[in-house]
Nanobody, 115 residues
Framework: QVQLVESGGGLVQPGGSLRLSCAAS????????MGWYRQAPGKQRDLVAT???????TYADSVKGRFIISRDNAKNTLYLQMNSLKPEDTAVYYC?????????WGQGTQVTVSS
């Protein structure tokens, strides 16, 4: 059974930082493309960042220079370091894993940026 379990969300003030984690089980983690999406209330789910099995990363323009995606294949864990957070970063953040044709999603973790 495949599980992606996110953690690390919460309430943070503007300008603050959070680190999200996604613990994966039931998949050969190291070969999967891993990523983070987010969905704000009333909006579509958007890509935040991805990291390939080889470590190549991509970012949405809105988070470049502020967020860092990384993976630890030994721990089957994906991370998202979020710095200089803004109110517009408020959303549910979802972990995903992709190895064609399979896609898996986590249950999401809430991030709220507010003073």
């Amino acid at each position: 059974q495949v599980q992606l379990v996110e953690s690390g969300g919460g309430l943070v003030q503007p300008g603050g930082s959070l680190r999200l984690s996604c613990a994966a089980s039931g998949i050969m983690f190291s070969i999967y493309v891993m990523g983070w999406y987010r969905q704000a209330p009333g909006k579509q789910r958007d890509l935040v960042a991805t990291v390939t099995s080889g470590g190549t990363t991509t970012y949405a323009d809105s988070v470049k220079g502020r967020f860092i995606i990384s993976r630890d294949n030994a721990k089957n864990t994906l991370y998202l370091q979020m710095n200089s957070l803004k109110p517009e970063d408020t959303a549910v953040y979802y972990c995903y894993a992709r190895y064609f044709p399979k896609n898996y999603w986590g249950q999401g973790t809430q991030v709220t940026v507010s003073s």
